[in-house]
């Protein structure tokens, strides 16, 4: 049977040389993780995600169970198991993420890209964003404008502040028009007439 993993690194198949995962590997000299997945988070969970993705076997009970690994390998995964916070019991030979809250855990905190595991884990996932309902806000029209691509407007830019050179004075800023008198009669300003 093959199992494919994904692993988001750079040079992929130097960093796979380096552990397990290689044609007659004598589980003796094989190594750990490598010392770069340490210093960062996201590679201790991608590294840990390639590696259960790789070699774990799923049963039917909510369970992860990691067999015939060397055993700095299987320290390497029991340290960053650790540090996610995901609780593991030793087995013969390996180790077993079993019950439902360690593997709540594991899938909030590690996930899968591996079909099988993926199905295991799909009960106990978080919602991501995009299955998450998205609560719709209106957006603010903007006043004076309507909308689409027909209220451009069209024509010249408005006119722009030049750049003022040495000597010369500012040109006065344009003044706000003054609100209009108010409409009077012509009437009101001529005497009463006098009737003869």
């Not at 380096?18 to 210093?39: C, L």
């Not at 180790?95 to 899938?107: I, N």
């Not at 199905?119 to 309507?146: H, I, N, W």
Request: charged share 25%.
């Amino acid at each position: 049977m093959t199992r494919q993993a994904v692993l988001p690194a750079a040079a992929v198949a130097g960093f796979l040389s380096r552990i397990d995962f290689k044609d007659g590997a004598a589980p003796e000299t094989s190594t750990g993780a490598p010392r770069g997945v340490w210093s960062n988070s996201d590679w201790k969970t991608a590294f840990l995600k390639g590696v259960m993705d790789a070699a774990a076997e799923v049963d039917a009970e909510p369970s992860l169970k990691l067999l015939g690994m060397s055993e700095r390998m299987l320290d390497s995964v029991r340290k960053l198991l650790g540090s996610a916070g995901v609780e593991f019991k030793p087995v013969d030979g390996g180790l077993v993420v079993a019950g439902e809250a360690a593997v709540r855990r594991y899938a909030e905190h590690v996930g899968s890209h591996r079909p099988q595991i993926k199905d295991l884990l799909a009960p106990y996932a978080p919602a991501t964003p995009a299955q998450a309902p998205k609560a719709s806000v209106p957006k603010a029209k903007k006043e004076g404008r309507p909308e689409g691509r027909r209220g451009r407007r069209r024509g010249r830019a408005p006119e722009r502040p030049q750049p003022q050179t040495q000597g010369q004075t500012p040109a006065p800023a344009p003044q706000p028009a003054s609100a209009p008198e108010p409409y009077v009669e012509p009437s009101d300003f001529l005497p009463p007439r006098e009737n003869h």
